[in-house]
T-cell receptor
Framework: KQEVTQIPAALSVPEGENLVLNCSFTDSAIYNLQWFRQDPGKGLTSLLLIQSSQREQTSGRLNASLDKSSGRSTLYIAASQPGDSATYLCAVPSMDSNYQLIWGAGTKLIIKP | DTAVSQTPKYLVTQMGNDKSIKCEQNLGHDTMYWYKQDSKKFLKIMFSYNNKELIINETVPNRFSPKSPDKAHLNLHINSLELGDSAVYFC?????????????FGPGTRLTVT
């Protein structure tokens, strides 16, 4: 059964720093991996989707990498800003139940001005 | 244009009441989902519909019943609400045959049962 883990659960860094969020999954047979952002009391915003055949995806200051063999993905945020403060979630579609997403618990990121 | 919309955004009600949350997607997707996010912020699948047929029914109480009048809508009915039903409910949609399995989410409905 697929399990998704995100470490650390919370991270606080000064503005301007580059940072890396981690996501690991137990079953390397995945279709893709999605990174989401959730602001307090708000909905889910899809940031990046990496297909299983891809190694990385980039969007602005965000870069997501995928290493299926090791069951890991990282989300790299360059030159962090206070507006990046949010909870970041990763998820993979289940391979056996019509692609329901299996979620990590998220990393709560705080960027200090 | 809103891709996946949910109504209401906030719902406050008393124990024992029956309520519904509506979801609509205008993406032409054939699969829709309901997820529940509990107080610990963990997301779990509740239901999924593909072309108006239920394809997932996780172990949720039978007080929860999804209804899909057409493939653009997946509504969630909840009977005899309990305090533990308080959570944020997210609707999502995807297109199964595109091979990407990317899911698009609505803004969520925050349900508070008092």
């Amino acid at each position: 059964k697929q399990e998704v883990t995100q470490i650390p659960a919370a991270l606080s860094v000064p503005e301007g720093e580059n940072l890396v969020l981690n996501c690991s999954f137990t079953d390397s047979a995945i279709y893709n991996l999605q990174w989401f952002r959730q602001d307090p009391g708000k909905g889910l915003t899809s940031l990046l989707l990496i297909q299983s055949s891809q190694r990385e995806q980039t969007s602005g200051r965000l870069n997501a990498s995928l290493d299926k063999s090791s069951g890991r993905s990282t989300l790299y945020i360059a030159a962090s800003q206070p507006g990046d403060s949010a909870t970041y979630l990763c998820a993979v579609p289940s391979m056996d139940s019509n692609y329901q997403l299996i979620w990590g618990a998220g990393t709560k990121l705080i960027i200090k001005p | 244009d809103t891709a996946v919309s949910q109504t209401p955004k906030y719902l406050v009600t008393q124990m024992g009441n029956d309520k519904s949350i509506k979801c609509e997607q205008n993406l032409g997707h054939d699969t829709m989902y309901w997820y529940k996010q509990d107080s610990k912020k963990f997301l779990k699948i509740m239901f999924s519909y593909n072309n108006k047929e239920l394809i997932i029914n996780e172990t949720v109480p039978n007080r929860f019943s999804p209804k899909s009048p057409d493939k653009a809508h997946l509504n969630l009915h909840i009977n005899s609400l309990e305090l533990g039903d308080s959570a944020v409910y997210f609707c999502a949609s995807s297109q199964r045959d595109r091979g990407t399995y990317e899911q698009y989410f609505g803004p969520g409905t925050r349900l508070t049962v008092t």
